[in-house]
């Protein structure tokens, strides 16, 4: 026969935490959220169990969760492996049609599975797919001098929708085809934004190894308009990395995404903080209304 059992102030306080998020689970059910994973959340097995898990929550209470990735260290790891060597333009390395076929081993490969079986130790059915799959994105050269570096220019998300309804989590690694066969690497911010914007999600996820956007006294802003990141950003407040994450949530907000959020992925259940929590877990962006 069991005891009972004096109650512990932490089990009231995981109680009134669940509590309190209900609002948060009415608000996102059947929302689409669209993930960009990279950085300190893929650098160990343990950090990236902790962020499976919180995305098989995710869907567990309603969420469309979609995984997009990026894998930059473990390409440069292989193509050191397989001596292939880089040329770079500007500070951006030339991808010619022998990188480009590590790109993708690489990023379909190993990196993309990995996150899946992640997802499926969980519990949650996760299926790695690529832009290439189901003809999702299609791309053109950034530039001539960079090779098979593509730009987004149509993304068909109807494979997407079936995953959605089967209740399975889609990790895509960022690669689309060009109009003559080819094969593009893209970058994983802007595939993600781009992903984002036909699903019309209803929010874009940035994890990245900062805290957010940051305003000219260092403190980290939560809440911004799109204007107020252009000016930050003429202002040269906004400067390095974090322009082109800024430029890929503005994308995203143009192409009808109703907000996205730079938010630190070092953070221990980042996602679940930003979505069901009053306080979130960074910087969050909007149109101006």
Not at 39 to 65: C, I, K, T, Y
Not at 227 to 247: C, F, N, V
């Amino acid at each position: 026969m069991k005891k009972q059992t004096a109650m512990n102030s932490n089990w009231i306080e995981t109680a009134q935490t669940l509590s309190a998020a209900l609002p948060y689970l009415q608000r996102y059910d059947g929302a689409i959220v669209v993930i960009k994973l990279g950085g300190h959340a893929m650098g160990s097995d343990e950090a990236m169990d902790l962020f499976a898990r919180d995305v098989v929550l995710m869907q567990q209470v309603g969420v469309n969760p979609v995984i997009v990735h990026g894998g930059g260290p473990m390409i440069n790891d292989m193509l050191a492996r397989l001596g292939v060597k880089s040329d770079f333009v500007n500070g951006k390395r030339v991808t010619d049609a022998a990188t480009v076929e590590v790109v993708e081993m690489v990023l379909s490969g190993s990196v993309n599975k990995r996150i899946v079986q992640a997802i499926n130790r969980q519990g949650g059915r996760g299926v790695g797919l690529s832009g290439k799959d189901a003809g999702m994105i299609r791309c053109e050269a950034s530039h001539p001098e960079l090779g098979f570096v593509g730009d987004p220019v149509e993304v068909k998300p109807d494979v997407l929708r079936q995953l959605f309804e089967a209740e399975i989590i889609p990790v895509i690694a960022p690669l689309g085809f060009g109009d003559n066969g080819e094969t593009f690497n893209i970058n994983g911010d802007t595939a993600a934004g781009a992903i984002a914007a036909a699903l019309k999600a209803d929010r874009l996820l940035l994890l990245t190894d900062v805290a957010g956007v940051k305003d000219a006294s260092g403190e980290v802003v939560t809440e911004l308009t799109a204007s107020y990141i252009r000016k930050l950003t003429e202002d040269g407040i906004i400067a390095g990395g974090m322009i082109p994450k800024t430029e890929t949530a503005l994308a995203a907000l143009d192409g009808g995404v109703r907000a996205a959020v730079i938010l630190d992925g070092r953070a221990p259940n980042a996602c679940l903080l930003e979505l069901f929590t009053p306080h979130g877990a960074g910087s969050m962006i909007r149109q101006d209304s």
